[in-house]
């Protein structure tokens, strides 16, 4: 069977209820804040300017990486994931553990792709309550993104200058 022909099958080590169960979450979570929201008169901004989609974006993007690869966010990785490996930059490469849900929350944990939905809806359901504190901490987030980016800049300029 190629890869285009595969299947869910008994055998087929996908925790799909655990998916399941953790996309109806994100889809109560979201339902919820859209009803205290109504309930609570929350004027929903009529545009979002592409500076704050653009910093929204870059703040998700390092939380993301914060969550899932940081050695220093471990701990809440461990019940669902165990270590591989260390990686560059204070990060690891940890793999999921289990079945069913805890093995769908591993999964969900270890994949910066998968948790930037989860922490961008987290961020713009803060931008939609207190735009000013999510723009204070999309800031704080962007900068460690920079900085980031310097200390790969500076260290890849070090290498070159050794070697």
Known sequence: MTDGERRYDDGDETPLAGYAALA???AVGAG???AVARRRGLRLPDAVP???VALLGTATFKASRLLSKDKVTSFLRA???RRERDSDAGEVMDAPRGDGLRRAVGDLVTC???TS???GG???GTYACAPRAARLLSAGL???TLSDWLQYAWSLTEQKAEG
């Open 112 to 114: 910066p792709f998968c």
């Open 50 to 52: 592409p500076w704050d």
């Open 32 to 34: 919820l804040f859209t």
């Open 117 to 119: 939905a989860w922490v």
């Open 24 to 26: 109806t979450a994100f």
């Open 79 to 81: 019940p669902f994931t």
């Open 122 to 124: 987290a961020l713009v």
């Open 142 to 144: 962007s900068a460690v």
